[in-house]
Nanobody, 126 residues
């Protein structure tokens, strides 16, 4: 069955870096776009980044632009989110999700994605 498993979260000081991984199984990675989302306590889940299935084009939320980078490794069936210059407001549970669609339109909409991982906690604090 389709599975997405996030890892790489943890506690990091402001200004530090983390690399999150989204290991996928049960489907062909090149047939699905992958989105990264996050949810802080008391807040709605929000889109962070996206990589398409068709041309590997990427999208980023404005609040992470220039700090986060999404990439995929087809050989490992894994999508990464490199997070640099982390801020306390980046603290959240981070989720990856898979979308069989071929357009990045509405990439940050939760309902666009059929499959979700369980999440990994990222805490940015001194």
């Amino acid at each position: 069955q389709v599975q997405l498993v996030e890892s790489g979260g943890g506690l990091v000081q402001p200004g530090g870096s983390l690399r999150l991984s989204c290991a996928t199984s049960g489907f062909t990675l090149d047939a699905y776009a992958i989105g990264w989302f996050r949810q802080a306590p008391g807040k709605e889940r929000e889109g962070v980044s996206y990589i398409s299935s068709t041309d590997n084009s990427t999208r980023y939320a404005g609040f992470v632009m220039g700090r986060f980078t999404i990439s995929r490794d087809y050989a490992k069936n894994t999508v990464y989110l490199q997070m640099n210059s982390l801020k306390p407001e980046d603290t959240a549970v981070y989720y990856c999700a898979a979308d069989a669609g071929t357009t990045s339109y509405h990439w940050s909409y939760v309902r666009k994605y059929a499959y979700w991982g369980q999440g990994t906690q990222v805490t940015v604090s001194s």
